[in-house]
């Protein structure tokens, strides 16, 4: 059984910072691909930012020079740096990850439960 496991949301006003982490657990045997997505009411859910195995990153154009997407391949974790947060990042924001667990044959599609993010403006 894999599930992954978001923490760090949270209530802060315009301008403000806050991290999010993603911790993977269970049968793992490789983890590739991890992602950030986010989901305002109302809206789609899009995704935020995403990170490979080898550290090469990609961010939607909103978020770029306010948000970092990093990870540690040893804990299977994965974080999101936020600042300069606006009231347009309030969201429910959801960690994703391609994962091949023991035993598997092919690299399926995790997703963690969301995190409230709320900006205050």
């Known amino acids: 059984q894999v599930q992954l496991v978001e923490s760090g949301g949270g209530l802060v006003q315009a301008g403000g910072s806050l991290s999010l982490s993603c911790a993977a657990s269970?049968?793992?045997?490789?983890?590739?691909?991890m992602s950030w997505y986010r989901q305002a009411p109302g809206k789609q859910r899009e995704l935020v930012a995403a990170?490979?195995?080898?550290?090469?990153?990609v961010y939607m154009d909103p978020v770029k020079g306010r948000f970092t997407i990093s990870r540690d391949n040893a804990k299977n974790t994965m974080y999101l740096q936020m600042r300069s947060l606006k009231p347009e990042d309030t969201a429910v924001y959801f960690c994703?990850?391609?994962?091949?667990?023991?035993?598997?044959?092919?690299?399926?599609?995790?997703w963690g439960q969301g995190t409230q993010v709320t900006v205050s403006s």
């Open positions: 990170i490979k195995t080898s550290g090469q990153t």
């Open positions: 269970g049968s793992i045997f490789s983890v590739d691909v």
């Open positions: 994703n990850a391609d994962i091949l667990a023991f035993g598997g044959s092919k690299y399926d599609d995790y």
